[in-house]
């Protein structure tokens, strides 16, 4: 299987960067606290290591209580490699320090998968687990035509059956806007190419936008106007569209900017999306600005662990599968990006293919940004 490139890493910008202040400030973030009861993971693979010492720099460095990762499964835990070359941490480190930033306190597992259909053995293996981790974030995807079905369809089947058992699922909708990580380096490989597993109906794809970072008006990230990133967004070529989501699909095309013709009517994703640029992630002892929906989707995904704490808390139940509640109440608790389109990758190659944001859910950001004050008082009393 072939995945998606790792997130974009540069040196410390001097100005516009996310840290877990600014998602707080920005995003109406009132408590990071989590909750014993409660437990997040990441799918990590592709050789990627996060460095225990890292996670408690970050940690002492941005005044968030130090807390180690609660569970190891993969073995792929060393301060050398990530001290060795920033590039064997950028993704695993980020993905943990931002998930344990936003959700304080609440047990996380680092899942680490390297079979040739990761995806799939992760998932089954999260299944066949006693107690499975409640929220869930992939920061990795696949070009999806390049997939047999029948992993895309089992792959699936697990995450249905997961999200009914009170597990939430959430991936990263990619970098490369529509014509996804090939095209990055080569126009020719341009035109509609979705990714895979955001584009599974059974997780919450999650894409990107910025903004915050400068704390300006947001708009859907894309390297053409500085995000160093694109957000992902289109729809599926294997699943259908389901019954939640028409309405909203409908709308879109009822009023946006017509695309260049060649994508599918099946699901369509994102359905949310944050900040997506610029993040501060401790790597190797040194601070550096790391892009992507890499970053957005572990931030989400703390958030939604921020509300089963809650619940669990009180006696609830966690959320589960969280698509068909995103879709009734979306234009409620999300900040709508009506400006942008997905039409680069972060390669800066430029396609004719892409969508144009419009006002509600679009293939660019979803519904929009999360407003995490009015995502809660909607989650938890659900």
Do not use: H
């Amino acid at each position: 299987m072939k995945f998606e490139d790792l997130p974009q890493l540069a040196p410390q910008a001097v100005t516009g960067v996310i840290t877990p202040a600014v998602l707080n400030s920005y995003y109406n973030i009132t408590s990071n606290t989590g909750s014993e009861l409660a437990s997040q993971a990441v799918f990590e693979s592709l050789g990627q290591y996060y460095s225990p010492s890292d996670l408690t720099q970050f940690q002492e460095t941005y005044d968030i209580p130090v807390q180690a990762i609660s569970e190891d499964i993969g073995g792929y835990s060393s301060d050398s490699e990530c001290t060795a070359d920033a590039n064997n941490c950028a993704e695993a480190n980020l993905d943990v320090q931002y998930l344990i930033a936003v959700s304080q306190g609440t047990p996380t597992i680092y899942w680490y998968e390297d079979a040739t259909d990761s995806f799939l053995a992760w998932i089954q293996a999260v299944a066949a687990s006693d107690n499975p981790p409640l929220v869930n974030s992939i920061s990795y995807g696949s070009v999806e035509t390049s997939l047999p079905s029948a992993i895309a369809n089992a792959f699936n089947t697990e995450a249905l059956k997961l999200g009914t058992q009170g597990v939430s699922i959430l991936v990263s909708s990619g970098d490369d806007g529509v014509a996804n990580f090939q095209a990055r380096t080569n126009p020719n490989k341009c035109g509609y190419n979705p990714s895979f597993p955001a584009t599974s109906q059974y997780v919450t794809a999650i894409g990107a936008t910025q903004g915050a970072e400068s704390d300006t008006t947001e708009i859907a990230c894309s390297s053409r106007t500085g995000g160093v990133i694109t957000t992902g967004g289109g729809f599926s070529t294997i699943f259908s569209q389901p019954s939640w989501q028409s309405s909203a699909v409908a709308n879109y095309f009822a009023i946006a900017t017509t695309p260049v013709s060649g994508y599918t009517s099946g699901r369509g994703y994102p359905d949310l999306s944050l900040a997506g640029t610029n993040y501060e992630v401790v790597i190797g002892g040194s601070i550096y600005a790391v892009s992507g929906t890499s970053a957005s989707s572990p931030s989400v995904a703390g958030l939604v662990s921020l509300v089963n704490a809650a619940r669990l808390e009180a006696g609830k139940s966690s959320l589960g599968f969280l698509n068909s509640a995103i879709y009734t109440y979306g234009t409620q608790f999300a900040n709508d990006i009506t400006s942008g389109v997905n039409n680069c990758t972060a390669g800066l190659v430029c396609c004719s293919q892409g969508f144009y944001a419009a006002a509600g859910w679009d293939p660019l950001t979803g519904f929009g940004s999360v407003d995490y004050g009015k995502f809660y008082d909607i989650f938890y009393n659900l």
